[in-house]
């Protein structure tokens, strides 16, 4: 089917399945698999967070730049401004629980004049959106999304502070020549297995473990990433979208999930030539998903204050008041990430997180100008509702 038509179907009965009338009342005939219960879609939120990888690939930064205090106690701050965050997108999914996700929800919120540019930023700013295969979606993924961040937050915090607790000698750790090549939480574990056992061999079972966790956040990124590509697809918005729009018989998206699979891989290997490349790639998901996660809730704050109807989940009268909050610390989070992290600038420690994620900007509102503009309406129904 062209992402772009539609067809009729006949009305799902909101008695006998819920979720699928939810989704036609939406515009969309259910097309993935809806296996994901609300169990699953924590396990799966939780493990695209995964603390055990974004700790510890960036404990390096933390404890060169700011120190063990500004580390942990760091992160109870930006814990609870994260969870604004959390909120405001789980009350926003709760009542636009498609695939599409963040880019669907900044179409539907920013009303009609604007619904196609925000959602076509939105859309190349985002990696996430799997709510079109969990069961009772309306429910099941904002929970998901809450308790998940809830839950990431309390155990990275303990994870950190275990971490923290055997760092003794920062220089050492940090240094380049020392039996890990001056990775700190790799040294540290080697060496209080050492000193208590006679061998490092725990240590090197727990980078292990570490690795597999890494793994699978990289597992489940790939599949929310390919949901997403699927959406946009779907809508027309990709290069190929008829290419990527299909679905095989297990009802999956297969030749978008190789795409996940084939961008990520050679995102992977600028770390081999280059560690200020691999960190520019790691500043556009970075910054960027802070970015997509925002502009959905900004919207919802101004342009949809008084018409966004809430789903089962929602904040109530607080629901604008938490929105602000994580729009605004969206905001500062976003100039604090493009500040240099180190004086004198010099090649080696020069930020390319503004560059990166200028350029994604600037290139998808010059496809905007001067392609997208004359077609792409935003999310294209491909049912009569």
Not at 16 to 35: C, H, I, S, T
């Amino acid at each position: 089917m062209s992402p772009r038509s539609a067809a009729e179907l006949p009305v799902a009965d909101p008695a006998v399945d819920p979720d699928r009338a939810r989704l036609q009342q939406l515009g969309y005939k259910q097309e993935l698999k809806r296996g994901l219960s609300l169990l699953s879609n924590f396990a799966f939120s939780f493990s695209i967070i995964s603390v055990l990888a974004g700790v510890t690939t960036t404990y390096n930064t933390g404890l060169r730049y700011g120190g063990p205090a500004s580390m942990t106690l760091g992160w109870l701050v930006v814990a609870a401004f994260n969870g604004c965050v959390a909120l405001s997108m789980a009350e926003i999914c709760s009542a636009y629980p498609t695939s599409g996700g963040l880019y669907y929800w900044s179409a539907k919120l920013a009303g009609k004049e604007w619904a196609p540019l925000a959602s076509w930023v939105t859309g190349w700013f985002n990696i996430v959106g799997q709510s079109e295969e969990t069961k009772n979606a309306a429910w099941s993924g904002p929970m998901g999304i809450v308790v998940s961040v809830a839950l990431s937050s309390v155990f990275g915090w303990i994870y950190l502070v275990a971490l923290t607790s055997i760092v003794t000698n920062i220089p050492s750790l940090l240094d380049p020549s020392n039996d890990a090549g001056g990775n700190a939480i790799a040294q540290a574990l080697y060496t209080i297995f050492q000193t208590r056992f006679g061998s490092g061999a725990g240590g090197i079972v727990c980078l292990a473990a570490m690795a597999v966790a890494i793994f699978l956040c990289g597992t489940a990124s790939v599949t929310s990433n390919s949901r997403m590509g699927y959406a946009f697809s779907r809508d027309g918005a990709m290069p190929f979208s008829r290419v990527w729009y299909r679905v095989n018989k297990q009802e999956v998206p297969f030749n978008v999930v190789w795409l996940s699979v084939s961008v990520a891989f050679v995102m992977a290997l600028t770390s081999l030539g280059s560690q200020v490349a691999f960190q520019a790639m790691v500043s556009i998901t970075t910054l960027g998903m802070y970015i997509a996660y925002a502009l959905p809730i900004f919207f919802r704050v101004t342009a949809a204050r008084r018409s966004f109807v809430p789903g089962p989940f929602h904040l109530g009268r607080y629901g604008v008041a938490v929105g602000w909050v994580g729009v605004l610390w969206v905001a500062l989070v976003t100039v604090l990430f493009c500040l240099p992290v180190a004086y004198p600038v010099v090649e080696a420690n020069f930020n390319y997180t503004p560059v990166a994620v200028g350029g994604v900007l600037l290139l998808s509102l010059a496809a905007w100008a001067l392609h997208a503009r004359f077609w792409f309406r935003g999310p294209v129904t491909n049912v009569d509702a």
